[in-house]
């Protein structure tokens, strides 16, 4: 990659609210939904990923195992495995398998730090490694295939989506554990991470219960260029309803 790192490091672009209201009414609180080309940085975005190359983009992710693959098995039922070959990778991605990893270190470090200095969170600069006192946080890239769905979960981080192709549909309902420190993922059994989760959910609510909503409270199609805002806690399934590239910095 040949940008500098000046060039992919856009203002945090609520163009509509500015950053001291969201940060006293949104920020830890509650979602929020900017349509319409809400974030102006996509097009240094789309240089600083190689164009949305889906091999370029594998071989250069911060994710140190490699890229993970949404597989069906003969009942239709998705298992994720990991691709440590980034051509490897880009072939499932093009047979039609949905993809996650994480950003490059030139985008992650460019927009969290963007980020952080914009919303005046710790010293205003993020420290990959979490220094005290400083920014912390990851950019995921997220390579949807129509019909691929997340199930219900809610997240320790505080999140910001930016859809760049295609659409999603995001399913919300607000959650009973406002500052979570970790986060819950029913559609994930595995005995460890129920246990963990639940044990660290019911330190803030003592009646959490390891079970996804029934129903959304609120749904939301997120097209190119629509920007969203949703606090650490929140339940939210997602289902890609084109295939496209989405990113969501934590």
């Known amino acids: 990659m040949k940008q500098e790192l000046h060039e992919l490091t856009p203002d945090l672009l609520l163009q509509n609210l500015p950053v001291s209201e969201f ?24 240089k600083g990923m190689d164009e ?9 992710t911060s994710s140190e195992n490699g ?28 047979a039609g398998h949905a993809t996650y990893c994480r950003a490059s270190p030139l ?14 969170l710790g010293c205003g600069r993020y420290d990959p490694e979490g220094g005290e006192g400083w ?14 769905f997340t199930d219900w979960h809610f997240d320790f981080q505080n999140n910001f989506t930016i859809q760049l192709s295609g659409s999603k549909k995001w399913n919300f309902r607000e959650g009973e554990v406002p500052h979570p420190i970790r ?17 660290a ?7 959490f219960q390891f079970s996804p909503p029934s129903e959304p409270t609120s749904t939301i199609t997120m097209n190119p260029g629509d920007f969203m805002y949703f606090p650490a806690g929140m339940w939210h399934s997602v289902e890609t309803l084109s295939p496209g590239m989405s990113l969501n910095i934590s």
């Not at 985008?107 to 005046?120: A, K, R």
Request: glycine content about 10%; hydrophobic content about 35%.
């Open 67 to 94: 890229v993970h693959v949404w597989l069906k098995d003969k009942s239709d039922k998705l298992n994720s495995i990991i691709v440590e070959r980034p051509e490897d990778a880009a072939r499932l991605h093009q």
């Open 183 to 199: 986060g819950a993922t029913p559609h994930y059994k595995a005995r460890g991470a129920v246990e963990g989760q639940l044990k």
């Open 23 to 46: 940060m006293s009414d949104y920020w830890g609180k509650r979602g929020v939904y900017l349509p319409g080309a809400a974030y102006d940085g996509i097009p240094a975005l789309r």
């Open 135 to 148: 920014g912390r946080g990851e950019v995921e890239v997220f390579c949807g295939t129509k019909g691929h």
């Open 52 to 60: 949305y190359d889906a091999e370029e983009l594998f071989a250069s």
């Open 107 to 120: 985008v992650e470090q460019s927009l969290v730090s963007s980020f952080v200095s914009n919303l005046g």
């Open 201 to 207: 959910a019911r330190l803030s609510d003592t009646s």
